[in-house]
């Protein structure tokens, strides 16, 4: 059983990639605000399709990271009541969401956080580029990377971060790396 607690206001429809991969035994919970309440007809489609069990929760707004704490809580809930019989994902590009993944691997509880439902060709290819970028770097400087990633919605802002944290020839190298990686991201 896997359980998918998606920020829908961090990844919109695209979060939903792979949704035709679950199976019966899987659960999508969609976390939702007013500022992000909106499906396409074809992700409405896919959701209808689907054979996992799909729940909403429409957030209640007002404070910085409410939908994150809403989550987060939601998730102790859940680890309550599936321990380690379950598989947990938080889908969202939120890097911040590392420290809860952290905290319950600490505790024998595996969760991942992902950009989209299909997990396994997300790990996949984080793991290719985290591969590649160990050949030029450090593993301090490769989780850095990651992170810009993670937190830069336009490939102009990564851009901008990397040339702050590495000089320009590593820069240049760094983007080389991770340029087919990105592709998603606004110009």
């Not at 889908?91 to 905290?103: A, E, L, P, R, T």
């Not at 319950?104 to 290719?128: G, H, M, P």
């Not at 000089?167 to 991201?185: G, L, Q």
Request: overall charge neutral; hydrophobic content about 35%; aromatic content about 10%.
């Amino acid at each position: 059983m896997s359980l998918f607690l998606v920020d829908y206001e961090n990844v919109s429809a695209s979060g939903l990639a792979g949704l035709e991969k679950l199976t019966e035994a899987d659960t999508v919970y969609i976390f939702y605000t007013e500022n992000a309440d909106r499906l396409t007809f074809d992700a409405h489609q896919r959701l209808l399709e689907s054979r996992a069990q799909v729940r909403y929760y429409k957030v209640e707004t007002g404070t910085k990271n409410a939908l994150d704490f809403q989550l987060v809580s939601f998730l102790g809930y859940m680890v309550h009541e599936h321990g380690q019989n379950a598989l947990y994902h938080i889908i969202s590009k939120d890097s911040g969401f590392d420290s809860v993944c952290h905290f319950w691997e600490k505790q024998n509880i595996k969760v991942l956080r992902v950009s989209n439902l299909d997990v396994e060709k997300t790990c996949r290819q984080d793991q290719e580029l985290t591969n590649k970028l160990k050949e030029l770097l450090e593993e301090k400087d490769v989780q850095v990377v990651m992170g810009m990633i993670d937190k830069y919605k336009t490939k102009q802002g990564l851009n901008n971060a990397l040339m702050k944290q590495f000089d320009n020839k590593k820069t240049s190298e760094i983007y080389r790396v991770i340029k087919p990686y990105i592709a998603n991201k606004k110009a």
